[in-house]
């Protein structure tokens, strides 16, 4: 039964755990954005260099990755599918997701990912200093 249990465990934090997640960046960029005061700060994401990127991807609640076309995405989980509470942005370089995040929905306005036709934005690396309006 103690061999179970530990296998289930092995098993539950080794499917939880996805090489391609930033965590440390996520847990600095909550808590930065928790921490703004004010009703528009820049978030300045283009002096991520830890690896090679040229353009982010963010993608709002309920996002569908599999219909954004001209993009692999296939390293990146597509759980925002079917959720509200976060916004994920993919780092891409040449147009494969290569890194992601996932940021608290309500630590950001809607604008940061909604454009007039989809319920994503893709910034190029240079243009990835976001104005954040809350």
Avoid at 33 to 39: A, I, M, S, T, Y
Avoid at 78 to 99: A, E, Y
Avoid at 119 to 124: A, E, F, R
Wanted: aromatic share 12%.
């Amino acid at each position: 039964m103690k061999k179970i249990i530990v296998l289930l465990i092995l098993i539950v934090n080794f499917s939880c755990t996805n090489k391609n997640r930033l965590l440390n960046t996520e847990e600095r960029i909550t808590s930065f954005l928790d921490k703004q005061k004010e009703n528009s700060f820049n978030l300045s994401l283009d002096t991520i260099s830890s690896f090679k990127w040229d353009e982010l991807l963010i993608a709002g609640p309920y996002t569908d990755l599999s219909k954004i076309s001209g993009y692999d995405l296939s390293e990146t989980p597509n759980t925002i599918k079917h959720h509200d509470s976060f916004v994920l942005f993919v780092f891409l370089n040449g147009k494969k997701g290569i890194k992601f995040i996932e940021i608290d929905r309500h630590l950001l306005a809607d604008q940061v990912f909604e454009d007039d036709e989809y319920d994503y934005k893709i910034y190029s690396k240079s243009k990835s200093n976001l104005l954040i309006v809350k």
